[in-house]
């Protein structure tokens, strides 16, 4: 079982650039998010999507853009890299069970220096 | 507004002691639902347990167990006789009830466990 899989693990952009961070997901899940990981700060929300062509904004959005045009695929996209935006970045998928929300199931995480 | 708040940041103990790790949660809703997650050093995000706020039973699996106290907003986890494994960053994390909402945990900033031998 593949769960939550992102790609790359690692990247390293120069400030301007663009790129996007792939996460997949093979669990047929409705929800869908990013987060990033800085040092002290814990996981901070990015962006969401509660279900296919369904995106909004989390705590941290700018400078971040996502699509979910699949069930499967929510892609994050960085418009024009900057230094602030070195972090490590982590995809999580989740679903609404009977008994409630369930735990999120995170892919392995992409660590971005932008220099 | 929703924060989790992990007041220890570092925490250090030997090998077989017991350590206790705290987690204070605030929400307007009735109904929520709380997490821990492991975070080994090798960068995985390692779920370890779920609470519903509606069920305030504790629970003991193995080493760990968790104490969940909606009259002071806490759900704080203990690793019984603590192995050098068990060093990691624990977080804690919390989820209103909506439809999605666990798309959109809410994490305290995580607490680092060194397990010395």
């Known amino acids: 079982n593949a769960g939550v899989t992102q790609t790359p693990k690692f990247q390293v952009l120069k400030t301007g650039q663009s790129m996007t961070l792939q996460c997949a997901q093979d669990m047929n899940h409705e929800y869908m998010s990013w987060y990033r990981q800085d040092p002290g700060m814990g996981l901070r929300l990015i962006h969401y999507s509660v279900g296919a062509g369904i995106t909004d904004q989390g705590e941290v959005p700018n400078g971040y853009n996502v699509s979910r045009s699949t069930t499967e695929d929510f892609p994050l996209r960085l418009l024009s890299a900057a230094p602030s935006q070195t972090s490590v970045y982590f995809c999580?998928?989740?679903?609404?069970?009977?008994?409630?929300?369930?735990?999120?199931?995170f892919g392995q995480g992409t660590r971005l220096t932008v220099v | 507004a929703q924060k989790v708040t992990q007041a220890q940041t570092e925490i250090s103990v030997v090998e077989k002691e017991d350590v206790t790790l705290d987690c204070v949660y605030e929400?307007?809703?009735?109904?929520?639902?709380l997490f821990w997650y492991k975070q080994p050093p090798s960068g995985e995000l390692v779920f370890l347990i779920r609470r519903n706020s509606f069920d305030e039973q504790n629970e003991i699996s193995g080493r760990y167990s968790w104490n969940f106290q909606k009259s002071t907003s806490s759900f704080n986890f203990t690793i019984t006789a603590s192995q050098v494994v068990d060093s990691a960053v624990y977080f804690c994390a919390l989820a209103t009830h909506y439809t999605g909402a666990n798309s959109k945990l809410t994490f305290g900033k995580g607490i680092t466990l060194s397990v010395r031998p």
């Open positions: 999580a998928s989740s679903y609404l069970s009977r008994g409630g929300n369930t735990e999120a199931f």
């Open positions: 929400t307007r809703d009735t109904t929520y639902y």
